[in-house]
């Protein structure tokens, strides 16, 4: 490997948008009724403000393990911290947001009625919903088209307005299980450039989802990478490579050769 190999730090810290992962292992059962292991002993520290890659093969369980940093899945062994607490207590905050694969969109809503929904669980006031909705539009680039419907947008529009409604709760961690798998190229680097700009805005930890090297390389501190069945980490690689980042440069496309190798 030309990259360095880090080792997990064994400490959880308790800064804003650090997460640690211990002991994570999860089982489900099969069609036939037999449990089938999932994740095995996941252990992984994530630094505030970093971003992290999830990288690996199709069913080696990495939304399964976004899942359960979310708090959607609960492990049978393990557990999960955010900010130094144990999970369970922090879905009562507003700090951990979920970006999925599909936008997720509801066609009969405008885009900034589609951003609000985020904040419609909570008692905020109307006025404060919509002028933090705007807000998170803003911040995508797409104050223009607040009173558009998912039908007006393109691809990368529709992805922008996902990423406004995960963003409007302020998270100081947002989740993103391949968020852009469906864009195109141009548009995927364009979301990747965007992404990481607001991330140094607003100061966020990513862990970001994905079976793409490249967009692993682009976009990540740290690149987790995952072994399958029963899934587990197999290896944590150290991206140094200074930003903005291009896929097609030499440095940037002999890393993402290498983790090929590793998957
Ligand atoms: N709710 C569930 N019940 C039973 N099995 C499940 C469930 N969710 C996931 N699995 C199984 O767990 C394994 C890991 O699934 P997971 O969706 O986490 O993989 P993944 O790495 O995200 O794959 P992909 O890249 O295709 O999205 C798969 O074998 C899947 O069939
Ligand atoms: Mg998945």
Redesign the pocket.
């Given at each position: 490997m030309t990259a360095a190999t880090a080792a997990v730090p064994a400490a959880a810290s308790t800064e804003s948008g650090a997460i640690a992962v211990r002991g994570v292992s999860k089982w489900?059962?099969t069609a036939e009724g037999t449990p089938?292991q999932?994740l095995d002993n996941i252990n992984l520290t994530i630094a505030a403000q970093s971003v992290v890659a999830i990288l690996?093969a199709?069913?080696?369980?990495?939304?399964?393990l976004l899942n359960i940093i979310s708090g959607i899945v609960t492990p049978e062994r393990g557990e999960i911290c955010i900010n130094g607490i144990t999970a369970g207590r922090f879905s009562e905050w507003r700090s951990v947001s979920y970006m999925f694969q599909e936008d997720r969109l509801l066609p009969w809503r405008t885009t900034i009625k589609n951003v609000e929904f985020a904040l419609e669980t909570g008692n905020m006031p109307r006025s404060e919903r919509e002028s933090r909705a705007r807000d998170a539009l803003k911040l995508v680039g797409l104050e223009a088209f607040v009173d558009a419907f998912p039908y007006q947008l393109s691809g990368g529009m529709r992805s922008r307005v996902a990423l406004a409604r995960s963003l409007v709760q302020e998270p100081c961690i947002l989740l993103m299980d391949e968020p852009f798998s469906r864009l195109d190229a141009l548009t995927r680097a364009q979301m990747h450039e965007e992404l990481l700009q607001i991330q140094q805005l607003k100061k966020m930890t990513i862990v970001f989802?994905t079976?793409d090297v490249e967009e692993a390389v682009v976009l990540a501190d740290r690149v987790v990478v995952m072994a399958p069945r029963p899934?587990r980490i197999r290896d944590i690689v150290e991206i140094a490579l200074s930003r903005p980042r291009d896929a097609t440069e030499p440095a940037t496309a002999r890393l993402a050769h290498d983790l090929k190798s590793l998957i």
């Amino acid at each position: 490997m030309t990259a360095a190999t880090a080792a997990v730090p064994a400490a959880a810290s308790t800064e804003s948008g650090a997460i640690a992962v211990r002991g994570v292992s999860k089982w489900f059962n099969t069609a036939e009724g037999t449990p089938l292991q999932v994740l095995d002993n996941i252990n992984l520290t994530i630094a505030a403000q970093s971003v992290v890659a999830i990288l690996g093969a199709s069913g080696c369980g990495k939304s399964t393990l976004l899942n359960i940093i979310s708090g959607i899945v609960t492990p049978e062994r393990g557990e999960i911290c955010i900010n130094g607490i144990t999970a369970g207590r922090f879905s009562e905050w507003r700090s951990v947001s979920y970006m999925f694969q599909e936008d997720r969109l509801l066609p009969w809503r405008t885009t900034i009625k589609n951003v609000e929904f985020a904040l419609e669980t909570g008692n905020m006031p109307r006025s404060e919903r919509e002028s933090r909705a705007r807000d998170a539009l803003k911040l995508v680039g797409l104050e223009a088209f607040v009173d558009a419907f998912p039908y007006q947008l393109s691809g990368g529009m529709r992805s922008r307005v996902a990423l406004a409604r995960s963003l409007v709760q302020e998270p100081c961690i947002l989740l993103m299980d391949e968020p852009f798998s469906r864009l195109d190229a141009l548009t995927r680097a364009q979301m990747h450039e965007e992404l990481l700009q607001i991330q140094q805005l607003k100061k966020m930890t990513i862990v970001f989802v994905t079976h793409d090297v490249e967009e692993a390389v682009v976009l990540a501190d740290r690149v987790v990478v995952m072994a399958p069945r029963p899934g587990r980490i197999r290896d944590i690689v150290e991206i140094a490579l200074s930003r903005p980042r291009d896929a097609t440069e030499p440095a940037t496309a002999r890393l993402a050769h290498d983790l090929k190798s590793l998957i």
